[in-house]
């Protein structure tokens, strides 16, 4: 038989009593902080979800911005969103959206500057780059797009790096890279096409007969 069961109730009801004694500061201290860790995470949810809908409501601005016809206006927007959150995802696709609508505008310049802008840790940083690469193309600056793109392996970015060298009259590595890019690609893709036909004017042969140009 336990010893619990030869104690009377007296007995039991002291030992509860000393226990609650000796350890009752530790355990209102334990729900204490747990009420508090409960309210704390209720407290951060809440300001994180505040702290985002400012955001997309400065992003909407900023993209109104952007659609309307006065450039500066939308650039000091974004710039306003940038400087309010740097890091958010708001922030880097409101300055992808007026690099694009500088480009229309054939601002290419005030495009490249723009692209620059995005945070290099952000996800939209190989996005930004390889567009402002296809820019400096545009531009005649062909070493500064190879450079650029110099730590990119994509099949996108290989694209592109191989056009930079053409134009640059860097044909075996043109071709060397255009090879790159198309292995990267499904062999049913239109752009591993392009990309084959590239090659050939640079003096290359695609791989597989069915590509032969």
Do not use: C
């Amino acid at each position: 038989m336990a010893i619990d069961d030869l104690l009377d109730e007296h007995e039991q009801s002291e030992r509860v009593r000393n226990w609650l004694k000796n350890n009752g500061a530790g355990l209102i201290g334990g729900i204490a902080l747990g009420l508090a860790l409960i309210f704390g995470w209720k407290w951060w949810v809440q300001h994180r979800d505040q702290q985002a809908q400012a955001g997309y409501a400065a992003y909407a601005e900023a993209v109104k911005a952007i659609g309307g016809d006065d450039l500066k206006q939308a650039q000091a927007k974004v710039a306003a969103l940038r400087e309010a959150s740097p890091q958010s995802l708001y922030a880097q696709l409101a300055v992808l959206e007026l690099a694009q609508a500088q480009v229309k505008a054939k601002q290419l310049d005030a495009a490249l500057a723009t692209l620059k802008q995005v945070a290099a840790d952000s996800p939209m940083k190989p996005y930004a780059d390889l567009h402002a690469a296809r820019l400096l193309n545009a531009a005649g600056k062909p070493e500064d797009a190879v450079k650029l793109l110099s730590s990119y392996d994509s099949p996108s970015a290989l694209e592109v790096r191989g056009d930079a060298l053409v134009q640059a009259g860097k044909l075996e590595e043109a071709r060397d890279t255009y090879l790159k890019a198309m292995t990267g690609m499904d062999v049913a893709s239109p752009q591993r096409r392009i990309v084959a036909i590239k090659l050939t004017h640079a003096g290359g042969t695609p791989p597989g007969s069915a590509e032969s140009i």
